[in-house]
């Protein structure tokens, strides 16, 4: 895990904690390599929730299925970014979502009760590996939030709106990439692709966003879109 060094020091859950800290923290936390292929499962509804993964490299999709296989994406992970952290916490839970491999993908596994239970020299890292993962679960829950408002607009419209919304404004920009395709955008807003991709024409010719593929640029009611640099 040496080589994915720079990835883990940015990784929120291992804040303050420095490169030499880290190793003997993995010895601490038991933490486990593994790989990956596109469109495999790390983790499967149903199954007890233990672990808590870390992407290394790749992405990854934390997604529910219900029972005839229709797909809503929770949301997809970069490098450095944590999963299954809450359900792994909470303890003796199944887990109710499924993690996939976009790519071919690395991840590190821990689990959560060598991260939560400090060790017997209770060594001053694992205070601030507890904190971390507090402040990491914080932040879960916000994006958590914000998909929940995105889902309560009630037309297919709204929702998109609400969404690329609040990427605007995330980014602080009003020309972004969304980390979705069509339809892993329409599964993450629960609408039907057709007529999300028809009412995105919509907004488009009535000069609200221009689009190509997953970028997108908003215009304020004051601004005018020209040219045609987008299909």
Known sequence: MIRYLSVLERCPLFADISAEQLESLFSCLDASEKSFTKNEFIFLAGQPAV????VLSGSVTVLHEDFWG??????RLGPGNLFAEAFSCAGNELLPVSAIADEKTAVMLINCRRIIKTCSTTCIFHTSLIKNLLGVLAERNILLTRKIEHLTKHST??????????QAQATGRSRFDIP???QELADYLSVDRSAMSSELG???DEGLLKFERNHFELFSVHEHSS?????
């Open 70 to 75: 229709n797909r809503s994406i929770l949301m």
């Open 157 to 166: 419209r709204e929702k998109l709106l609400s969404y690329l919304s609040s």
């Open 51 to 54: 672990s808590v993964g870390i």
């Open 180 to 182: 979705f395709n069509r």
């Open 227 to 231: 040219g045609d640099f987008y299909m």
């Open 202 to 204: 919509k907004m488009r």
